[in-house]
């Protein structure tokens, strides 16, 4: 058996952003059907678009010596923070094959292996374009759920409503469930933000423009929710934050990860900073170093190979990073939390107040 789990870029120039490159897919393909001496099940590991396994199986198929490959299509649901937690206990496993016995054979050998620790009921199979669409499925559905949530957010803020206690009366609705429903800045994460225009593309690819343009929507709403978070920050400091001290709280994309990409922190900081506001960042596990690339780079440069990206990032004056919370507020007029770090919730704010310039929190 051979577990392919690598990246699977955007494609560059034509339909860039949107698109999947599946060129390193493709070599690793071939690497397999090279070395391959037996016959194979090749797992499918990684979040690829629907029909992927298609074009693997042709490129095995035609380098194949005689040998039989399978491919399962077998997509990876845990979310950063809790991986090994979810590879443990996760809801669901899926395995997707072909609905012959050669692919029920390859469907069940893996099933045996999550067996080992996951109850039977868990594991499901389905075929093996449905496996695909499972998982950009999923991701999508839950960030249309935030992207709801927020979207509730800007009505809340227009109507004196508080959209914590919408949220949770809304999600003590047992068909509705209260996951996932948390306002925010807007997610953020390698995924939803890739996989989604994926799925858009794959709409738009098959004659379904209103269904695509249903998906864009929550983009949308997430791209507005940072553009709104950042206009109110400067709205509430007499319309200009030039030359004001803003400390930032958290720059990962979210809780106990030190992973930043595509988070809302760049956009906001970016905002922040076209309205020349100096910025005092603080991230327990985000780095110095990450947080000036990360500003210095362009929307999705970190999912190119790495001799696509810019060699060292500008530092940019306006930009400190310091290792604690009270370094980044000390004199600040503005403070935005963009992490939900459990620490932030612990802070002594009335310190944090008392040291901070005429305040606007
Ligand atoms: N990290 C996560 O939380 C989740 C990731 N996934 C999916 O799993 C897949 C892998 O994700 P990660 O493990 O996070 O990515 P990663 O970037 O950490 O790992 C990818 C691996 O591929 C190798 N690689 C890169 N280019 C290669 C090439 N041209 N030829 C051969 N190997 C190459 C890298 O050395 C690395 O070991 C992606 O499709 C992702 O969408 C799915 C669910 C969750
Ligand atoms: O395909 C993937 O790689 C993974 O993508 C997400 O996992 P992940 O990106 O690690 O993190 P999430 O916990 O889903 O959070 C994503 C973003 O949504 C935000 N979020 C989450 C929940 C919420 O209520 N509100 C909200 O704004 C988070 O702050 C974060 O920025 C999915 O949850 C995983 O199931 C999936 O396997």
């Known amino acids: 058996m051979a577990v392919i789990a690598l990246k699977c870029p955007s494609i560059e120039g034509l339909g860039a952003g949107k698109a999947a490159d599946l060129t390193y897919w493709e070599s690793a393909a071939r690497m397999i059907a090279d070395v391959s001496k037996s016959d194979k099940i090749v797992v499918e590991k990684s979040t690829v678009p629907v029909k992927t396994a298609e074009a693997i199986e042709k490129i095995l198929t035609h380098n194949s010596k005689g040998i039989n490959f399978q491919i399962l299509s077998n997509p990876e649901f845990l979310t950063e923070g809790t991986a090994i937690e979810d590879l443990f206990k996760p809801d669901r496993v899926l395995i997707g094959g072909r609905e012959t ?42 960030a249309q759920r935030i992207s709801s949530g927020n979207a509730m957010s800007a009505l809340c803020e227009a109507t004196g409503a508080n959209v914590s206690q919408v949220s949770y009366t809304v999600g003590k609705d047992s068909r509705i469930v209260p996951k996932f429903l948390n306002a925010s800045v807007g997610f953020g994460g390698s995924c939803f933000q890739k996989y989604i225009p994926n799925l858009v593309c794959i709409c738009e690819c ?6 695509a343009e249903y998906w864009k929507q929550v983009i949308k709403i997430n791209d507005y929710q940072k553009t709104h978070f950042v206009n109110r920050v400067v709205a509430s400091m007499f319309n200009t934050v030039s030359g004001k001290k803003v400390g930032i709280l958290g720059f990962a994309f979210k809780k106990d990860t030190g992973d930043t990409r595509e988070t809302p922190a760049i956009d906001v900081c970016k905002g922040l900073l076209g309205d020349k506001a100096n910025l005092s960042i603080y991230d327990p596990q985000v780095n110095e170093d990450q947080i000036q ?47 939900e770090w459990d620490k932030f919730k612990t802070l002594d704010y009335k310190k944090i107040y008392g040291n901070m310039q005429s305040v606007t929190c």
Not at 206 to 211: A, D, K
Not at 307 to 334: F, G, N
């Open 206 to 211: 098959n004659g379904l423009p209103e269904v």
């Open 101 to 142: 016995p050669g692919g029920q054979k390859a469907i069940q050998a893996l099933k045996d292996v999550y067996a080992q620790w996951i109850p039977e009921e868990r594991i499901l199979t389905t075929n093996l374009w449905s496996a695909d669409l499972s998982k950009l499925a999923a991701n999508a559905f839950l």
């Open 293 to 339: 690339r990360d500003l210095s780079m362009n929307k999705f440069d970190w999912d190119h190979p790495l001799h696509l990206q810019p060699m060292s990032p500008t530092t940019m004056k306006q930009v400190s990073i310091v290792w604690d919370t009270y370094t980044a507020t000390k004199d600040a007029h503005a403070v935005c939390i963009l992490t």
